[in-house]
């Protein structure tokens, strides 16, 4: 009796083995990106990609908003990659994959996916440190809990080569992740889902004390001789070209998205020369390995601040005021009006995030919002000992800051600078003069590491630094 029992037990075993044998590779298994997981936002109205790897031979993806099935083969690798069609705003959703083996995605919404990325201001959080805090932190975390944001925080990491996933997942805004999150993101998606009144995913992939050039892809930073070379891994900082777009932008490279927002350029002051072009370069490398056209991507301007006294950030400054004419389907939002002298990191994140959001609002959905961008210069005029300067985006007109226009320098040949009387002559012109300089040659305005600007436009909007001259 003993070794019939043993014999059954040894059966049954073996029975086990061999079922396990045969149903393993009879059924797969779906891995996907921790970007496609319960609680994502896709964005709505598109063709968006789903991806993932298995080691089946195909993949049937259903979407319960439509109920269509899609399939995808498996290539050599385990890769599968397919296109799935959203509809308008909605949701919650489920999307089923099959392999063999079935995976649901739950509680996905429909609606406005938006990337923000950058440095130390983008990716300063809600809850900072006494050091650094934001303005209006305890109302927003103590407001924490609108039901259409979704947010995604990408970790920051450095990489020789490409990932292709990342340690994170969708979260609904609570007190502790909005606490944790950007507060110029998080900001313009509570904008956004206010004035859109639909569904809004925003994807933070930002690395404090960055330069640009670690967030261009390879093909991107060969183009320029100054820069190219690989990295070797025992050599690496968060600074080394490329290791941040491998590490921080390829996991989520594709994702549908309907725009980039972006704040970044303090680490390049000692390179200002070139970063018009280096950031350009960034913007059309990511567009080009996205697959989305010229999405839109909007950017800060850095704010004013007390470095060392070398001018580098209004040098920068600049740069980042040409980059507006070398990126298409773009914009640069002002700050020099908000920036601090006591800190890098000012504190009103509100400021940049409903400014950033008035641009996309008008620029990306059409909505009304009268002018969006600050004063600048179109055309100068020199007669004799004065100088005329005309203005854009001037809303109804030019306006100070109510203590009259302090900011102006002239110089002449002699290439030294000299406070300037400046006065609004018109709707869009100012006129500046100078006793000291009987024929100018060159104006500048708030061109300083540290300034308060107070050219304004009757939007309420300031003025960018900037100069006439390229000494």
């Known amino acids: 009796m003993k070794g019939c029992k043993l014999f059954i037990i040894f059966r049954k075993a073996i029975f086990l083995l061999l079922a396990n044998l045969f149903f393993g590779e009879t059924y797969a298994d779906i891995t996907l990106p921790t970007l496609f997981s319960d609680g994502m936002v896709l964005q709505q109205q598109a063709n968006v990609p789903i991806w993932g790897t298995s080691d089946g031979t195909a993949v049937s993806v259903t ?24 509809p308008k705003a909605g949701g919650p ?24 990325s950058g440095q130390s201001n983008m990716g300063m959080r809600v809850g900072s440190s006494p050091k650094d805090t934001v303005l209006h932190a305890g109302e927003l975390i103590g407001a924490a809990g609108n039901p259409f944001i979704r ?43 206010h004035e859109l009144k639909v569904p809004i995913g925003i994807v933070q992939a930002a690395y404090g004390g960055t330069q640009v050039q ?38 989520i490279l594709g994702y549908g998205i309907k725009g980039a927002i972006w704040y970044q350029g303090e680490g390049n002051r000692a390179t200002a020369d070139r970063y018009a072009d280096w950031f350009a370069g960034m913007v059309r490398g990511w567009r080009q390995r996205w697959g989305q056209d010229d999405f839109p991507f909007y950017y800060v301007q850095i704010a004013p601040f007390k470095y060392d006294g070398k001018h580098e950030s209004a040098y920068l400054r600049e740069s980042q005021l040409d980059a507006t004419d070398r990126i298409p389907n773009a914009g640069m939002i002002v700050t020099m009006d908000v920036g601090s002298e006591s800190t890098i990191h ?21 909505r009304k919002r009268g002018e969006v961008y600050g004063p600048k210069l179109k055309r100068t005029k020199m007669s004799g000992t004065v100088v005329r300067l005309y203005f854009d985006h001037v809303a109804d007109g030019l306006v100070d800051s109510g203590r ?23 709707k869009d012109e100012i006129v500046v003069t100078c006793p000291q300089v009987v024929k100018p040659v060159s104006v500048r305005y708030a061109f300083k590491d540290w300034v308060v600007g ?16 390229d000494w």
């Not at 979407?63 to 069609?85: F, I, P």
């Not at 450095?158 to 900001?187: K, R």
């Not at 690496?236 to 921080?248: D, E, G, H, Q, Y």
């Open 63 to 86: 979407t319960s908003w439509n109920g269509k099935k899609y399939h995808a083969e498996v290539d050599d690798r385990g890769a599968w990659r397919l296109m799935v069609k959203t």
């Open 93 to 116: 959703y489920e999307i089923r994959l099959n392999d063999g083996n079935e995976k649901i995605l739950k509680n996905i919404l429909i609606g406005e996916v938006w990337l923000a």
């Open 151 to 193: 947010l995604f925080r990408v970790p920051v990491k450095q990489s020789t080569h490409p990932l292709d996933d990342c340690d994170a997942t969708w979260m609904a805004p609570d007190s502790a992740t909005v606490s944790a999150f950007s507060a110029v993101a998080y900001q313009f998606a509570l904008r956004l889902q």
């Open 214 to 251: 670690a967030w261009m892809d390879s093909t991107t930073l060969n183009t320029f001789p100054e820069l190219a070379g690989r990295p070797t891994p025992e050599k690496i900082s968060k600074n080394t070209p490329t290791v941040l777009f491998n590490a921080m932008i390829h996991p």
């Open 346 to 366: 000012p504190p009103d994140k509100t400021t940049v995030a409903n400014r950033l959001s008035n641009v996309a609002l008008a620029e990306t959905y059409g």
């Open 404 to 426: 009259g226009l302090q900011c102006f320098e002239i110089a002449g040949e002699n290439q030294v600078f000299y406070p300037a009387e400046a006065r609004i002559a018109s």
């Open 454 to 469: 107070d050219l304004y436009n009757s939007a309420g909007l300031p003025a960018s630094s900037f100069r006439t001259d």
